[in-house]
């Protein structure tokens, strides 16, 4: 196969991923239609069978992509601080940063821990596994630097995760209700919640 046919078909793939990502973001794993996303592709049906044979298979294809970009973007922001307390806030801020940059793909997760309790029960393969167990071991790294409280690392790494999605979900609603400053500005209310969630971990006390 030519290299021409190779980026066509690596362009389609992604092009397929992308809207996939919007389509499970905005209607769920059961709600997503393959037919709806061919459509918008502008693909037939047994076009978008030939890259992704089943739902099951796109939907896993766009969870393992999640996890990739996951993954390579905490690498990166851990490439340069090497004391413990830094490293897990680096991996903090890079976690809020693609929520930001890929709000379909935050969507996703929430509607896969929130909608698909069964399916991950039952599933052998769990894309996010690498992501969450690296979040654990900078916890448990930093505890062992005395640079974060005492207490169980999972307990600690369900206030990271879940804290910070909250925040990020519940900010336009909270902002309707009260419109404060803070609320208005994702960029400041952001902020101020990765502040909170690292002085409940112990890091702002123990930085002073």
């Known amino acids: 196969m030519s290299t021409i046919f ?21 209607f769920g794993y059961h709600g997503a239609a393959l037919s709806a996303i061919a459509r918008e592709a502008g693909l037939r049906n ?44 680096a991996f903090i801020a890079a976690n809020v940063a693609w929520m ?13 821990l929130l909608d698909n309790s069964e399916r991950v029960a039952q599933a052998q393969i769990l894309p996010l596994s690498r992501f969450v167990r690296a979040l654990e071991a900078l916890i448990v790294e930093a505890q062992h630097a005395g640079e974060v409280a ?14 910070l999605a909250y925040a990020q979900a519940v900010r336009p609603t909270l902002a309707q209700m ?5 609320l208005c500005d994702e960029t400041t209310w952001m ?14 006390r123990r930085r002073r």
Do not use: C, N, W
């Open 46 to 89: 047994p076009s978008l069978l030939h890259h992704f044979p089943s739902k099951s298979k796109l939907y896993l294809a766009v969870l393992e992509d999640i996890a990739t970009d996951l993954e390579a973007r905490t690498a990166a922001a851990l490439s340069g601080p090497q004391r413990p307390g830094a490293r897990l806030s």
């Open 6 to 26: 190779s980026d066509r078909g690596a362009d389609r793939r992604r092009a397929i991923l992308d809207l996939a990502e919007q389509h499970f973001a905005r």
């Open 191 to 204: 902020a101020a919640a990765v502040r909170e969630v690292e002085m409940a971990l112990g890091l702002v």
């Open 150 to 163: 005492a207490g169980p690392p999972a307990a600690k790494l369900s206030l990271v995760l879940g804290a």
């Open 178 to 182: 009260f419109a404060t400053a803070l």
């Open 100 to 112: 930001r940059a890929r709000p379909h793909a935050f969507r996703v997760i929430q509607r896969e």
